[in-house]
């Protein structure tokens, strides 16, 4: 019998670890957290400092009791939840409930940041106690998370409407980009030109220069009249090489991923969400199958913001490089990087457990997706230890003395890879284009001080400045990790909850607010400006790592915190915009009954409503007049905007009354004013000039040209511009395995009469489908291999699919 009790959160995770420890030790799963804060009131004493109450989740009882059960039978227990805070947090809770208030000498806290029989052994050869400050982190950011959701959230539900939530960190994130649209918007552009030269020399190809500059002046072409005055001076001059400068400039190699970079490139180069990318590390961290080999941690601990790599790691990694691509490829001495100074060291990078499990010897064994992962991660953590690329860059001044009497210079700049180094291995994608990738696509004729050029054309261009761009999933992990907002490990979430509020939406891969999280931003920058600013969110996470290193008492921090949160929530009670009771006048004048119009903010967002509505019918009660039309215009920038477009008239074919515009559940659309006498209902596709195509920058997989973004009849979908030739339609994934097939992806698909529902990718070949949206987790009750995610009136909860099962708990959705 075994003498010896595991714990780990996941089954996968516990079958990998099982192998390695042999016969005297049971490994079971905790599923995740085992105790948290109910959700039915606040569960915080305030008034006793910050006392948190916490009860085993609904639905985990079973579980417990069979935890304790087997906890009761073994010599030793082993906590091995994964080594962070939240990891820590399921320790401790898993400690309280298995042991009671004994003082719990069996009880034992393993670490380890890879999954492999080393790294397991030595953990358990070296079994700690839980660390309390890891805790106390943990609940900090728990209880600060909860003060504000509970707090803050129904002021928005009273505001504006039901189901609104802040965060302390997701509102900062929304704020960003709100932020940012609003620069895009009052962006305007301004003019400038360049000049271009072509350049025969004495040998092949033209060289092409660009104007910089009137001898040691830089100039700025601002117009066209400029620039063909510019033109006009050099047009007939002579064209002299007047310098050539070669240099040698060599780039290094990239550091091996840390969680931030790994979300930012499998953004860039596999088009995964920040979601998607942590579900998929979770697996190979876990452990995947590899035939004879059994179950294998594939990739290290993916929590991370170190770039430390063991010394074991090193040496195979430098042996590996030396046999695969040659001594020339392997620096004389292991390419160390410095990580951030507030990096946590204890773990390492995201690095392959194993570089000898080269990607092609694992394709066989794993899924397509985390196979693509595996691939980025290995070449990643390989080319880090190469040598630099070593580059050849020519700069070429030429001169031409104009009409006036000055030199102009123009110049050209080009690079030649003379050694690949890492770039044989991986090259880092870029968010966009810069001076690096213009220098090695010119290509430079070799000429000579002196030698004089012929001038073939001589070309001015127009250009514009552009906004600064709307931020991508990669681009904003990027910005909060920049400004010390949140942690890696917690961007996955914001990312999704700003989604599933409606507080933004994403276009062609970009976020653009809504105007229901522009509304929500505004209203909670009225009241709560300093507790949703960037710096105050920042030094709030400093705060949590001084607590987890034991510098900063959580208490202390808390009281701070919750002295000026107060001071904000009863100036929020008293001061905060009621949007939802907030009638704003217009100019314009009711067609039913000629009353004036207001705008009004309505359950699908602001509308133009007749002030006739607030006057009731001194007999049946009803309103006198309830005439609404669409508004155009967001609220927040109804200031200075134009109504007179509303006025624009459209009739019901069935009773001539004038049709106005609704927002519904698949957006908007025509209905009657004679309602409820007249239900007559038309699509705007039917009364208005088809919506154009709106090109993404996305190839189709099918035939690689552009994909672009449609209206349909149930909203915005993205397909293939060479529709009917190709008829690819990009599917909306949810980053969830098909729980029958288990190699297909479950997407979200629409009904005939629109409603949605889940299926698998691979239809018709697997024919799984379900209403509720699936979760990858298993049923504690039946074993099912799926849950199903559902929203009732309580709210949102976790249900068994299998009609015989009553498992059901609820789900909290987490405000970061």
Same mark, same amino acid.
């Given at each position: 019998?075994?003498?010896?009790? @595991?714990?780990?959160?996941?089954?996968?995770?516990?079958?990998?670890?099982?192998?390695?420890?042999?016969?005297?030790?049971?490994?079971?799963?905790?599923?995740?957290?085992?105790?948290?804060?109910?959700?039915?009131?606040?569960?915080?004493?305030?008034?006793?400092?910050?006392?948190?109450?916490?009860? @085993?989740?609904?639905?985990?009882?079973?579980?417990?009791?069979?935890?304790?059960?087997?906890?009761?039978?073994?010599?030793?227990? +082993?906590?091995?939840?994964?080594?962070?805070?939240?990891?820590? =947090?399921?320790?401790?809770?898993?400690?309280?409930?298995?042991?009671?208030?004994?003082?719990?000498?069996?009880?034992?806290?393993?670490?380890?940041?890879?999954?492999?029989?080393?790294?397991?052994?030595?953990?358990?050869?070296?079994?700690?106690?839980?660390?309390?400050?890891?805790? $106390?982190?943990?609940?900090?950011?728990?209880?600060?998370?909860?003060?504000?959701? +509970?707090?803050?959230?129904?002021?928005?539900?009273?505001?504006?409407?039901?189901?609104?939530?802040?965060?302390?960190?997701?509102?900062?994130?929304?704020?960003?980009?709100?932020?940012? $649209?609003?620069?895009?918007?009052?962006?305007?552009?301004?003019?400038?030109?360049?000049?271009? /030269?072509?350049?025969?020399?004495?040998?092949?190809?033209?060289?092409?220069?660009?104007?910089?500059?009137?001898?040691?002046?830089?100039?700025?072409?601002?117009? %066209?009249?400029?620039?063909?005055?510019?033109?006009?001076?050099?047009?007939?001059?002579?064209?002299?090489?007047?310098?050539?400068?070669?240099?040698?400039?060599?780039?290094?190699?990239?550091?091996?991923?840390?969680?931030?970079?790994?979300?930012?490139?499998?953004?860039?180069?596999?088009?995964?969400?920040?979601?998607?990318?942590?579900?998929?590390?979770?697996?190979?961290?876990?452990?995947?199958?590899?035939?004879?080999?059994?179950?294998?941690?594939?990739?290290?601990?993916?929590?991370?913001?170190? *770039?430390?790599?063991?010394?074991?790691?090193?040496? $195979?990694?430098?042996?590996?490089?030396?046999?695969?691509?040659?001594?020339?490829?392997?620096?004389?001495?292991?390419?160390?990087?410095?990580?951030?100074?507030?990096?946590?060291?204890?773990?390492? =990078?995201?690095?392959?457990?194993?570089?000898?499990?080269?990607?092609?010897? @694992?394709?066989?064994?794993?899924?397509?997706?985390? !196979?693509?992962?595996?691939?980025?991660?290995?070449?990643?953590?390989?080319?880090?230890?190469?040598?630099?690329?070593?580059?050849?860059?020519?700069?070429?001044?030429?001169?031409?003395?104009?009409?006036?009497?000055?030199? +102009?210079?123009?110049?050209?700049?080009?690079?030649?890879?003379?050694?690949?180094?890492?770039?044989?291995?991986?090259?880092?994608?870029?968010?966009?284009?810069?001076?690096?990738?213009?220098?090695?696509?010119?290509?430079?004729?070799?000429?000579?001080?002196?030698?004089?050029?012929?001038?073939?054309?001589?070309?001015?261009?127009?250009?514009?400045?552009?906004?600064?761009?709307?931020?991508?999933?990669?681009?904003?992990?990027?910005?909060?990790?920049?400004?010390?907002?949140?942690?890696?490990?917690?961007?996955?979430?914001?990312?999704? *909850?700003?989604?599933?509020?409606? #507080? @933004?939406?994403?276009?062609?891969?970009?976020?653009?607010?809504?105007?229901?999280?522009?509304?929500?931003?505004?209203?909670?920058?009225?009241?709560?400006?300093?507790?949703? $600013?960037?710096?105050? *969110?920042?030094? !709030?996470?400093?705060?949590?790592?001084?607590?987890?290193?034991?510098?900063?008492?959580?208490?202390?921090?808390?009281?701070?915190?919750?002295?000026?949160?107060?001071?904000?929530?009863?100036?929020?009670?008293?001061? !905060?915009?009621?949007?939802?009771?907030?009638?704003?006048?217009?100019?314009?004048?009711?067609?039913? &009954?000629?009353?004036? !119009?207001?705008?009004?903010?309505?359950?699908?967002?602001?509308?133009?409503?007749?002030?006739? +509505?607030?006057?009731?019918?001194?007999?049946?009660?009803?309103?006198?007049?309830?005439?609404?039309?669409?508004?155009?215009?967001?609220?927040?920038?109804?200031?200075?905007?134009?109504?007179?477009?509303?006025?624009?008239?459209?009739?019901?074919?069935?009773?001539?009354?004038?049709?106005?515009?609704?927002?519904?559940?698949?957006?908007?659309?025509?209905?009657?004013?004679?309602?409820?006498? &007249?239900?007559?209902?038309?699509?705007?596709?039917?009364?208005? %000039?088809? %919506?154009?195509?709106?090109?993404?920058?996305?190839?189709?997989?099918? &035939?690689?040209?552009?994909?672009?973004?449609?209206?349909?009849?149930?909203?915005?979908?993205?397909?293939?511009?060479?529709?009917?030739?190709?008829?690819?339609?990009?599917?909306?994934?949810?980053?969830?395995?098909?729980?029958?097939?288990?190699?297909?992806?479950?997407?979200?698909?629409?009904?005939?009469?629109?409603? /949605?529902? #889940?299926?698998?990718?691979?239809?018709?070949?697997?024919?799984?489908?379900?209403?509720?949206?699936?979760?990858?987790?298993?049923?504690?009750?039946?074993?099912?291999?799926?849950?199903?995610?559902?929203?009732?009136?309580?709210?949102?909860?976790?249900?068994?699919?299998?009609?015989?099962?009553?498992?059901?708990?609820?789900?909290?959705?987490?405000?970061?």
């Amino acid at each position: 019998m075994a003498r010896n009790l @595991v714990i780990v959160e996941s089954p996968a995770k516990a079958k990998t670890i099982g192998k390695y420890l042999g016969k005297n030790y049971v490994v079971k799963a905790s599923l995740g957290h085992v105790k948290d804060l109910p959700k039915k009131d606040l569960a915080v004493d305030v008034e006793h400092g910050f006392e948190p109450r916490y009860e @085993v989740i609904e639905g985990k009882k079973k579980l417990i009791q069979e935890l304790k059960a087997a906890a009761k039978s073994a010599d030793f227990v +082993y906590l091995a939840a994964d080594p962070d805070r939240e990891g820590e =947090a399921i320790c401790y809770h898993l400690q309280e409930e298995l042991q009671g208030k004994k003082d719990g000498t069996h009880v034992f806290r393993v670490m380890f940041n890879e999954i492999t029989k080393t790294a397991i052994q030595k953990a358990f050869d070296n079994p700690l106690k839980v660390n309390i400050h890891l805790v $106390e982190a943990q609940q900090t950011r728990r209880i600060l998370d909860r003060l504000v959701g +509970y707090k803050i959230s129904p002021l928005l539900w009273d505001k504006v409407r039901r189901g609104l939530s802040a965060g302390r960190v997701q509102t900062v994130a929304l704020r960003l980009i709100v932020e940012r $649209e609003r620069e895009i918007r009052a962006f305007v552009k301004r003019e400038y030109w360049s000049i271009d /030269t072509s350049l025969n020399a004495k040998k092949a190809p033209v060289l092409t220069a660009r104007f910089t500059r009137r001898d040691d002046e830089s100039i700025e072409i601002p117009d %066209q009249a400029s620039a063909d005055r510019l033109v006009e001076q050099v047009r007939d001059s002579t064209f002299t090489v007047k310098s050539v400068a070669n240099r040698e400039k060599r780039r290094n190699p990239v550091p091996p991923f840390i969680t931030s970079t790994l979300q930012q490139e499998a953004a860039r180069k596999l088009r995964f969400s920040v979601k998607r990318t942590m579900m998929l590390a979770q697996r190979l961290y876990e452990g995947v199958e590899l035939g004879e080999e059994g179950s294998v941690g594939l990739i290290t601990y993916m929590r991370t913001d170190s *770039t430390r790599v063991s010394g074991e790691a090193l040496a $195979e990694v430098r042996e590996l490089v030396r046999e695969r691509f040659g001594p020339q490829y392997l620096p004389d001495t292991p390419n160390v990087y410095k990580s951030k100074k507030d990096a946590q060291d204890a773990h390492e =990078a995201i690095r392959p457990t194993s570089s000898l499990h080269t990607p092609e010897s @694992v394709e066989q064994y794993v899924a397509e997706d985390e !196979m693509k992962l595996y691939r980025l991660i290995w070449m990643r953590f390989v080319a880090s230890q190469i040598t630099p690329a070593v580059f050849d860059q020519t700069t070429i001044d030429v001169t031409a003395p104009g009409k006036d009497g000055a030199n +102009y210079i123009f110049r050209a700049t080009g690079s030649v890879q003379k050694f690949d180094g890492f770039l044989r291995v991986y090259e880092e994608g870029k968010d966009q284009k810069d001076e690096e990738d213009e220098e090695i696509k010119h290509k430079l004729p070799a000429v000579v001080e002196g030698e004089v050029l012929k001038l073939k054309s001589i070309e001015p261009e127009q250009h514009f400045t552009e906004p600064p761009p709307r931020f991508t999933e990669a681009t904003l992990v990027k910005e909060l990790e920049a400004d010390g907002v949140g942690r890696p490990s917690t961007y996955a979430n914001i990312l999704s *909850t700003i989604q599933d509020r409606e #507080y @933004v939406k994403k276009e062609g891969g970009k976020f653009i607010p809504t105007e229901l999280g522009m509304v929500v931003t505004d209203l909670l920058l009225e009241c709560f400006a300093d507790l949703f $600013e960037v710096s105050y *969110t920042a030094r !709030m996470e400093e705060a949590l790592d001084e607590i987890e290193e034991g510098k900063l008492d959580w208490r202390e921090a808390m009281a701070e915190f919750y002295q000026r949160f107060e001071r904000d929530l009863e100036d929020a009670g008293r001061n !905060m915009t009621d949007i939802k009771r907030m009638e704003r006048p217009t100019d314009l004048l009711c067609d039913k &009954c000629g009353r004036p !119009m207001v705008i009004r903010w309505g359950k699908h967002g602001s509308f133009i409503a007749c002030t006739g +509505y607030n006057e009731k019918d001194p007999v049946t009660g009803d309103p006198l007049c309830t005439s609404t039309r669409e508004l155009t215009v967001d609220l927040p920038d109804i200031e200075g905007a134009d109504l007179t477009e509303q006025d624009a008239e459209e009739y019901c074919e069935n009773c001539g009354r004038p049709m106005v515009l609704k927002k519904g559940r698949f957006g908007t659309f025509y209905a009657c004013s004679g309602y409820p006498d &007249c239900k007559t209902t038309k699509r705007i596709g039917d009364t208005e %000039q088809k %919506q154009a195509d709106k090109p993404l920058d996305e190839k189709c997989p099918q &035939c690689d040209s552009q994909l672009v973004l449609k209206q349909g009849r149930f909203g915005e979908f993205i397909a293939c511009s060479n529709y009917p030739k190709c008829k690819y339609v990009k599917q909306k994934t949810i980053g969830v395995k098909c729980p029958d097939c288990s190699e297909g992806e479950i997407v979200e698909r629409r009904s005939k009469r629109g409603k /949605t529902f #889940y299926g698998c990718n691979r239809y018709p070949d697997c024919d799984f489908v379900a209403w509720g949206k699936p979760m990858p987790e298993k049923c504690p009750d039946c074993g099912s291999s799926y849950l199903i995610e559902k929203w009732l009136k309580a709210g949102a909860v976790a249900q068994c699919p299998n009609k015989e099962c009553k498992f059901k708990r609820p789900l909290e959705v987490a405000v970061a």
